[in-house]
């Protein structure tokens, strides 16, 4: 199943390790920097999944996805969210959404990429 992923995350580490992981899985990527970049990114490339920061410059990340779901464009991609904060605070400010998820930092990529087999649609991708 190859899809295309938009990551978004102010650190370049971790959009350098998640690129190289994803691409490795077959997938084709795509990286913002900041909240503001994440969105025009997912007008500029439609992406199938979107991994999102919570706290990036910008727009941080429940804004971002708020953005996009009020979007008919944007509205129906898959978010994970990911964040170094502790797992109980996120938890509170993300929606209940089923095509949302949250990985806590440090990522466990194993668990990264079962998470992504979750939400994406069956059947693939053409690349």
Do not use: C
């Amino acid at each position: 199943m190859i899809a295309q992923i938009l990551v978004a995350d102010d650190d370049e580490n971790v959009l350098s390790t998640l690129r190289d992981f994803l691409e490795s899985l077959g997938h084709r990527v795509v990286t913002a920097k900041d909240g503001y970049g994440a969105w025009q990114a997912a007008h500029d490339h439609a992406p199938h999944l979107v991994i999102l920061d919570i706290m990036m410059p910008g727009h941080y990340g429940p804004t971002v996805y708020e953005i996009l779901q009020n979007d008919s464009y944007t509205s129906s991609i898959p978010i994970i969210f990911i964040s170094g904060l502790a797992a109980p605070e996120v938890e509170k400010m993300l929606p209940k959404d089923p095509k949302t998820r949250f990985i806590a930092k440090p990522l466990d990529l194993e668990n990264l990429e079962k998470t992504i087999k979750e939400l994406l649609p069956r059947g693939g991708y053409i690349p």
